[in-house]
Every structure is written in structure tokens, then in C-alpha cells.
T-cell receptor, first 114, second 112 residues
Framework: SQTIHQWPATLVQPVGSPLSLECTVE??????LYWYRQAAGRGLQLLFYSVGIGQISSEVPQNLSASRPQDRQFILSSKKLLLSDSGFYLC?????????????FGQGTRLTVV | GENVEQHPSTLSVQEGDSAVIKCTYS??????FPWYKQELGKRPQLIIDIRSNVGEKKDQRIAVTLNKTAKHFSLHITETQPEDSAVYFCAAPPGGYQKVTFGTGTKLQVIP
């Protein structure tokens, strides 16, 4: 069966520090991968999505970046965090292809920038 | 790109009553319409979905209806219970299903 791992679960970082969140998927190949951010009490904002290794689409211009060095690995990074980067970050995967399928989410990372 | 609008943003119902949440979408090529439930502090999880070749799907107390002509679909929860309290999100992935954007969410509160 497929599983998705996301870590860490919680993170407190000072303003200006770097960030690296990692997400890995097991049990499937060539998944579509996504990073979302959710502010407290708000919706799911799509940050990045990827349909293959090295293929990253950015939805929101900001100081975050994403990389997909391996088929089932998706990394969210920042060189210098801002206070406004605080939030709940969710990684997700879905099957590729033209027919929509369920999206599976990681447990999420609660990031607090202080 | 796909635009998904979700209403209402908050909904309070008495236990046992029904709740209805509606989403409208813009991409006529969309063919898959899921609904997710997110409990406080947890990850969203799929509760029901429907494909464009059917108009309605039911799973116990939950149902989804789709009107492709009008480009809207709705989540119906009957006989609501306190454990139904959560935030519900719809999605309408565009044809090609690469970029998945969600509706803005509906916070449902079921009052005992």
C-alpha cells in the first residue's frame, strides 16, 4: 500500500534562518506531488506541484522553493524565513495521468517563525 | 487556471439536521470532484468523490451531487452528528489533473 511521510511534525525557526521540509512517498511510482500551506483557520494554498523529477511549477511567488531530486521525494526550502511563512505545511501526492484521483496528504508540519 | 468557489464559509446546524455545501468551478474539462474533511490539527482526508459520468453518489449519510451544465457540485450530510464538525474542502482538478486547487473551505459546526 502507498504511504506518505512528512517531517518534521513541528518546527520553530527564527526569522532569517533557512528551512528544509521533506516529503517521501512509498508504494507508488511517478506520482504528482504537491506542497500546500494553510494559515490558521484558512484554506489550502497551493505552493508548488510536480509531475516528474526536476519538474516544478510554482503557484505563489515568494521566498520559498521546491525540488524533486528523486521520483518520490519532494523538498520545500527557504534561504531566509519571514514571519509570514508561519503556517501548517502539507505535502500531498496523487496518481498521475488525465483522470483525476484522490490526493493523499502527509501529517503536516506546523512551522512557527519567531 | 481553474477557479473553485465554495460556499458557505461557515455553517452551524443542530444535531440531526442536514448540511449542504456547494462548490462551483470554471474548467469545463474537469471530470473528477472530490470532497475532503479536515479535523482540527489533522490532515485533510477524502470522504467522497464523484466523476463526471454520474450525477449523484451516496455513502451512508454523505452524498455528492453534480451539475455539469451549471458547473457546480454539492456535498450533502444528513442526520448530522457532532463528529461531523470539521472543515470541508472541495476540489475540481482541471482536465489533465496536474494542478489541484481546493475551494476555500467550509467550517461546519454541529451543535448537540
Amino acid at each position: 500500500s502507498q504511504t506518505i511521510h512528512q517531517w518534521p511534525a513541528t518546527l520553530v525557526q527564527p526569522v532569517g534562518s533557512p528551512l528544509s521540509l521533506e516529503c517521501t512517498v512509498e508504494g507508488t511510482s511517478n506520482p504528482n506531488l504537491y506542497w500546500y500551506r494553510q494559515a490558521a483557520g484558512r484554506g489550502l494554498q497551493l505552493l508548488f506541484y510536480s509531475v516528474g523529477i526536476g519538474q516544478i511549477s510554482s503557484e505563489v511567488p515568494q521566498n520559498l522553493s521546491a525540488s524533486r531530486p528523486q521520483d518520490r521525494q519532494f523538498i520545500l526550502s527557504s534561504k531566509k524565513l519571514l514571519l509570514s511563512d508561519s503556517g501548517f505545511y502539507l505535502c500531498a501526492w496523487s496518481g498521475g495521468g488525465l483522470s483525476g484521483t484522490e490526493a493523499f496528504f502527509g501529517q503536516g508540519t506546523r512551522l512557527t517563525v519567531v | 487556471g481553474e477557479n473553485v468557489e465554495q460556499h458557505p464559509s461557515t455553517l452551524s446546524v443542530q444535531e440531526g439536521d442536514s448540511a449542504v455545501i456547494k462548490c462551483t468551478y470554471s474548467d469545463s474539462a474537469s471530470n473528477y470532484f472530490p470532497w475532503y474533511k479536515q479535523e482540527l490539527g489533522k490532515r485533510p482526508q477524502l470522504i467522497i468523490d464523484i466523476r463526471s459520468n454520474v450525477g449523484e453518489k451516496k455513502d451512508q449519510r454523505i452524498a455528492v451531487t453534480l451539475n455539469k451544465t451549471a458547473k457546480h457540485f454539492s456535498l450533502h450530510i444528513t442526520e448530522t452528528q457532532p463528529e461531523d464538525s470539521a472543515v470541508y474542502f472541495c476540489a475540481a482538478p482541471p482536465g489533465g489533473y496536474q494542478k489541484v486547487t481546493f475551494g476555500t473551505g467550509t467550517k461546519l459546526q454541529v451543535i448537540p
